[in-house]
Nanobody, 122 residues
Framework: QVQLVESGGGLVQPGGSLRLSCAASGSILSINDMRWYRQAPGKQRELVATITGGGSANYANSVKGRFTISRDNSKNTVYLQMHTLTPEDTAVYYC????????????????WGQGTQVTVSS
């Protein structure tokens, strides 16, 4: 019933920028923390950024100063603005959220989207 759908990924040159979006849909009463993870080939999935329901953000050291996480609660959407991209940023980026489903009133922690590919290459 609830879905998280990522968009905005693609191929970008080193030094370029992309903005990822993750829209939550379905019968949702509220969303607390939202997160972006990424997984590069041969590496474990890592937490990139977190934003609380109140808008407080935290970042992995590898992306501090380059990435910005934000959210639009009216659209149930979280964004990841990425600047100064390098090949090390190449990965599948996954959206993750803690949310309250309206129909069942289940509180779902760590609900996943299916990911969007970001490739940084010349």
């Amino acid at each position: 019933q609830v879905q998280l759908v990522e968009s905005g990924g693609g191929l970008v040159q080193p030094g370029g920028s992309l903005r990822l979006s993750c829209a939550a849909s379905g019968s949702i009463l509220s969303i607390n923390d939202m997160r972006w993870y990424r997984q590069a080939p041969g590496k474990q999935r890592e937490l990139v950024a977190t934003i609380t329901g109140g808008g407080s953000a935290n970042y992995a050291n590898s992306v501090k100063g380059r990435f910005t996480i934000s959210r639009d609660n009216s659209k149930n959407t979280v964004y990841l603005q990425m600047h100064t991209l390098t090949p090390e940023d190449t990965a599948v980026y996954y959206c993750n959220a803690d949310l309250l489903a309206a129909g069942s009133r289940w509180y779902l922690e760590g609900y996943w989207g299916q990911g969007t590919q970001v490739t940084v290459s010349s």
